[in-house]
C-alpha cells in the first residue's frame, strides 16, 4: 500500500480533501470548569458510536491502542462478543495494573461533529474488560 502511494502519479489539479474548508472551533461551551495540572488540558470528546452518543472519549495522541470498555458496549446494547475478533497484544498505560491484555477487538463506527458538520470513520477498537473514568481513550490509531 505505501509503495503504491509513493509511486502514484499526482494529478495536474490538485483536489481539496473532502471538509478541508470546514473549519475546527471551540468555545468556552468545550471548555471544563476546573483542571488537575494547569497548562494540561485534555481534550474529551462526546461522539457517536454505533448509533450511541458517548461521552467522556479521551483523545490521547500518546497512547497506543484505541480502547473501548466491554460495559460501555453492553450498556449500548451491542451483542459485542459475536463481533470480537481475536487480540492478545498487551497495552500498558491507562490501566488499573502494569498491563492488560484485550478480550478481543472490534471494529466500530465512530461519528464527531454535529448533524450539520460531522465525519464518520470506522475505527477499530481493543475492548478492555475493566473500568475507567473515561468511556473510550482514542489513541495514535485513531
Known sequence: M???E???IEPAIQRPLKYSEVPITFSRE??????????KFPLVL????????ISRVLIDGGSGPNLIFASILRNMGLNY???????KAPFYG?????SSTPIGSVTLPITFGKEQNFWTEHIKFEVADFESSFHGILGRPG
Open 2 to 4: 505505501i509503495l503504491w
Open 30 to 39: 468545550d471548555q471544563w470548569t476546573s483542571f488537575f495540572e494547569p497548562g
Open 94 to 98: 491507562n490501566v488499573p495494573e502494569n
Open 81 to 87: 462478543m459475536s463481533l470480537l475478533t481475536p487480540s
Open 46 to 53: 462526546d461522539p457517536v458510536v454505533q448509533g450511541s452518543k
Open 6 to 8: 509513493i509511486l502514484s
